[in-house]
C-alpha cells in the first residue's frame, strides 16, 4: 500500500475504469461486445477497465452512445480521478524546506487557525497545501522570490523574515476587503475628521475607540483594521490603495502605549494626506526617507501646536502639576505630552511611568 507523507493510501483513488467494470458486470455486457459497441479495440477497453488507460472525451461520448450512460458522467469521473492523483502525487512531492518553512510560520499560523483561515487540524503537509492556496503560491519557497522581485516590496533588514511579512500582509489584504464601504477616499473629508478623532484620545473604552476610528475613516473612503503583530514582521502601518477608489489602513499591535499609538496613527494619516501612497505602502519601523519624516511632522504637529510645545519645553518645569495644566489648555490628554517630552529626551522614559497610558487593543 503506497501512502503519501499525509498517511493517505493510493489505493483509495479509485480509476473511472472500475467503474465502467462495474456497469458492464451489472448489465453482463463483455468487453469485446462494449469494444464493438463504441468502435475501439478490445485492448483499449481491457487498458481503461484496468487503470492503464485515462477515458477520453472521444470514448466518454462512445460510451454515451453504447451504456446510455451520459458522457458528462464518465468525464468528470475521469477529472476527479485526475485531480486527487495530481493531489497525491503534489503531497508527496512536498520538500522538507517548504516543511521547515510552515513551520518557521507556527505563529502565525496559530492565529489564521484562530481566526478560521486556516484549518485547525492542518499540520505536515497539509498545512504547507493550506498555505500555498491562502498565500496564492504554487511552492512555499517561491516566497522569497517574490520577496526580491519586489511583488510585497518586502525589506531585506535582518529583522525582516520575508516568510512571516509576506503571509502577514496576505492576512492583512482578506481582513480589510471583508469591509464594505461606498465611499471613495476624499482626503479633504479627513482632513475635517482630524479634531473628532482627537477627541478618541481620551475615550478610556477601547474597543469604542477602535469602532470610531473605523466609522470616522469608513466615511473618509478608508478601510481601517489592527492587526496582531509577529516577530519577522516589523511593521506599524501598511496603506494600500484599492481599484475601487478606497484605501485600506492596517496598523498593528507592536507598540501598546497609547501615545505611539496615536503618533503612529497620525503618522499613517500624514501620508494618506501627503499623497505618498502610489500603490501600498509598507512603513516598516526602521524606514527612512523625506515622505517618513514629513508624516513624522504631520503626526507630531497634529497631536501638539508646535509653538506652544516649543514654549513650553523651553520652560523647563516639568512637574506633573505644570505639564497637566498645559494639556488643559491644548485640551489633550498628559500622556501625549510626556510621550512627546520623553521622545525629545526632555524626560527620561521612566519618568511618569505610572501617567502613560498602555492600550490593550483588540485585534483582527
Request: with cysteine; aromatic share 10%; net charge negative.
Amino acid at each position: 500500500m503506497v501512502k503519501n507523507k499525509s498517511g493517505l493510501s493510493r489505493e483509495f483513488i479509485i480509476h473511472p475504469g472500475e467503474t465502467l467494470k462495474e456497469v458492464l458486470e451489472e448489465r453482463g455486457m463483455s468487453q469485446k461486445e462494449l469494444a464493438l459497441r463504441t468502435g475501439v479495440t478490445e485492448p483499449h477497453v481491457s487498458n481503461v477497465i484496468n487503470g492503464q488507460k485515462a477515458i477520453s472525451v472521444t470514448f466518454a461520448k462512445k460510451l454515451e452512445y453504447a451504456l446510455g450512460v451520459d458522457a458528462s458522467f464518465w468525464i468528470n469521473l475521469q477529472a476527479n480521478y485526475d485531480k486527487e492523483l495530481a493531489d497525491f502525487e503534489d503531497i508527496n512531492a512536498i520538500s522538507d524546506d517548504e516543511l521547515k518553512i510552515a513551520e518557521n510560520l507556527k505563529n502565525i499560523v496559530k492565529h489564521l487557525k484562530k481566526k478560521g483561515l486556516i484549518d485547525q487540524e492542518a499540520h505536515g503537509p497539509m498545512l504547507v497545501v493550506q498555505l500555498r492556496k491562502f498565500l496564492n503560491v504554487s511552492s512555499l519557497k517561491q516566497i522569497s522570490e517574490l520577496s526580491q522581485a519586489g511583488a510585497y516590496r518586502l525589506e531585506t533588514a535582518t529583522s525582516v523574515d520575508p516568510y512571516i511579512l509576506f503571509t502577514w500582509l496576505r492576512m492583512c489584504d482578506l481582513i480589510t476587503d471583508n469591509q464594505e464601504i461606498e465611499q471613495e477616499l476624499d482626503t479633504h473629508k479627513l482632513k475635517q475628521k482630524i479634531p473628532l478623532i482627537k477627541e478618541l484620545m481620551f475615550e478610556e473604552n477601547v474597543a469604542e475607540i477602535q469602532s470610531q476610528l473605523r466609522t470616522y475613516l469608513a466615511e473618509c473612503g478608508i478601510k481601517f483594521s489592527i492587526v496582531k503583530h509577529f516577530s519577522g514582521a516589523p511593521v506599524q502601518g501598511v496603506i494600500k490603495k484599492n481599484n475601487d477608489s478606497t484605501l485600506n489602513l492596517i496598523m498593528t499591535t507592536r507598540r501598546k502605549f497609547a501615545d505611539i499609538f496615536w503618533f503612529t496613527f497620525f503618522h499613517e494619516i500624514g501620508h494618506i494626506i501627503n499623497g505618498d501612497v502610489e500603490d501600498k505602502l509598507v512603513d516598516y519601523d526602521f524606514s527612512k526617507s523625506e515622505a517618513e519624516d514629513r508624516a513624522d511632522e504631520f503626526a507630531a504637529n497634529t497631536l501638539l501646536d508646535a509653538e506652544e510645545y516649543d514654549r513650553f519645553a523651553q520652560k523647563g518645569d516639568y512637574s506633573l502639576s505644570c505639564m497637566k495644566q498645559f494639556c488643559a489648555e491644548q485640551n489633550i490628554p498628559p500622556y501625549i505630552l510626556i510621550g512627546r517630552l520623553q521622545k525629545d529626551k526632555h524626560l527620561r522614559y521612566y519618568q511618569y511611568s505610572d501617567e502613560k497610558v498602555r492600550y490593550e487593543l483588540g485585534e483582527n
